[in-house]
């Protein structure tokens, strides 16, 4: 693994104020254990089935990330960089094909031993296959407009891999999917796997909280632990330009934040992914890169309100 790259030089452009401490810029993770979160970066992206540039991605995330305070508003206000110990692990260099995908199941169950949540930065959503399997995950909820059910090995068959690896259907969970941006035979392969799906319409005519408390009770019916899979193509393409597979009608920004805030603040999710952005292609102001690193400060503030 190497060490995370370091910021682009406008990050250094940034305002100083001892009293706005900014988010990232973690120390490096050690031999030592007891860390509440890991960064891990994966930057996948040679079996995308969209030309993509997501191995970029890890480096623009950690710069974006020094864009934003640490800080929860409250009341009371808290500082997560008070209140949680969060390391970076740096990058698997090459994730990508099977010695790829064995070094990042490597790389995750070792912080599995040490850190209570792993954050893995995609990357392309095919690193959710080897994360939730180095994770020990036993249930999966996906943050997603499409089912990933695909044949072969890419982006779109992650899904489909864990259940013949031996991850139970019925213990997955399927958030976001939406109409026009999958195929019949792949709708059908879900239903007739056992997997449960929740629309995007349905996410919205239920609420964020009801959502969220099903797709746990079904993901973590075993006690076992959950992988939550956030591919931000899931999201409107106006806030997510930078997701090749993003559609207009997609959740919004803060639709997206309050499902993985709330889905974090349950103590059985301890892996999350944050995948399918592409850094080179995002809008000028970088949108797309600043909802992923909110997400992970999201992933972050689960954890320390459920403390």
Not at 268 to 287: F, L, M
């Amino acid at each position: 693994m190497t060490s995370p790259a370091d910021p682009p030089p406008a990050a250094d452009q940034l305002s100083v104020d001892p009293l706005w401490p900014r988010a990232g810029g973690w120390p490096r993770i050690g031999d030592d254990g007891g860390w509440d979160a890991a960064v891990l970066g994966l930057p996948a992206f040679r079996t995308s089935l969209s030309p993509t540039g997501a191995h970029a991605t890890p480096a623009a995330v950690r710069a974006a990330l020094r864009r934003f305070s640490p800080t929860l508003i409250g009341p009371p206000p808290i500082d997560l960089g008070e209140v949680l110990r969060i390391a970076d692990a740096g990058d698997v260099d090459e994730p990508d094909g099977p010695a790829g995908e064995a070094s990042v199941r490597t790389a995750v169950a070792s912080l599995r031993e040490r850190a209570g949540l792993v954050v893995a930065l995609g990357g392309d959503n095919s690193i959710t296959y080897a994360v939730a399997q180095g994770a020990a995950a036993s249930g999966l909820i996906t943050l997603d407009a499409h089912f990933d059910l695909r044949d072969g090995v890419s982006n779109g068959s992650p899904v489909r891999r864990l259940v013949e690896a031996g991850m139970d259907p019925h213990r997955i969970v399927q958030v976001g999917i939406a109409d026009f941006a999958n195929s019949a035979a792949y709708a059908r392969r879900a239903i007739d796997l056992g997997i449960t799906v929740i629309t995007l319409d349905e996410v919205r005519r239920r609420g964020i909280p009801d959502v969220v408390a099903h797709a746990l009770a079904i993901a973590g019916s075993d006690g076992g632990r959950i992988h939550l899979d956030i591919d931000v193509d899931v999201c409107d393409r106006a806030v997510a330009p930078g997701c090749p597979a993003s559609v207009p009608g997609g959740l919004q920004a803060w639709e997206l934040r309050a499902l993985v805030r709330a889905a974090a603040s349950d103590s059985r999710v301890h892996s999350a992914d944050i995948v399918e952005v592409d850094a080179t292609a995002d809008a000028p102001d970088g949108r797309t890169v600043r909802l992923a690193a909110l997400c992970v400060l999201e992933l972050l503030a689960g954890k320390a309100i459920a403390r």
